[in-house]
T-cell receptor
């Protein structure tokens, strides 16, 4: 079966530092990986999508990498701010192409 | 509306009752997903609709769960004979078709079975 795994332990970092979150997947490499942010009591919000032939994708203070050899995606937030505190989810489509499967998410807490 | 709309936002029901949860996707989005999120847990895929194709029901946990999508737009998730373990937030998302498109989520329906 296909699995997508994220570090279940919360990540606590100091404001201004770079946060790095990890997403590992099993079996075949998906054509795309997606990252979402979820705040308490709200639905996830899309952040970034990276294709398998892209090593890196950036959007403002966000950077995502995709390593098909390691079967891993890293999500970086540079110059982190307390407002970045949330749960971050990675997602991939199943090999049927239908279901968008999510990891359990990693909770990030940025302290002043 | 501009976003995905779900109703009700909260639902408290007695064990054994049936419930219906509604999702209005973004206009024009042909793909629609239902997920379940239990407290402190990740998103559990339930069902996927794409246009007029047969839905992918592989995530439905039991035959008490069913979903419909009428006219390719509004979707209803029905849970029959609710159990306490059905208590969770039920999230709906819609998107354009394809793996390279983002999913837009509603705010969810918080279901509590007492």
């Amino acid at each position: 079966s296909q699995k997508i795994e994220q570090n279940s332990e919360a990540l606590n970092i100091q404001e201004g530092k770079t946060a790095t979150l990890t997403c590992n997947y099993t079996n075949y490499s998906p054509a795309y990986l997606q990252w979402y942010r979820q705040d308490p009591g709200r639905g996830p919000v899309f952040l970034l999508l990276i294709r398998e032939n892209e090593k890196e994708k950036r959007k403002e203070r966000l950077k995502v990498t995709f390593d098909t050899t390691l079967k891993q995606s890293l999500f970086h937030i540079t110059a982190s701010q307390p407002a970045d505190s949330a749960t971050y989810l990675c997602a991939r489509h199943s090999n049927s192409g239908y279901a968008l499967n999510f990891g359990k998410g990693t909770s990030l807490l940025v302290t002043p | 509306g501009a976003g995905v709309s779900q109703s009700p936002s909260n639902k408290v029901t007695e064990k054994g009752k049936d419930v219906e949860l509604r999702c209005d996707p973004i206009s024009g989005h042909t793909a629609l997903y239902w997920y379940r999120q239990s407290l402190g847990q990740g998103l559990e895929f339930l069902i996927y609709f794409q246009g007029n194709s047969a839905p992918d029901k592989s995530g439905l946990p039991s035959d008490r769960f069913s979903a419909e999508r009428t006219g390719g737009s509004v979707s209803t998730l029905t849970i029959q004979r609710t159990q306490q373990e059905d208590s969770a937030v039920y999230l709906c998302a819609s998107s354009n078709p394809g793996q390279n498109t983002e999913a837009f989520f509603g705010q969810g329906t918080r279901l509590t079975v007492v």
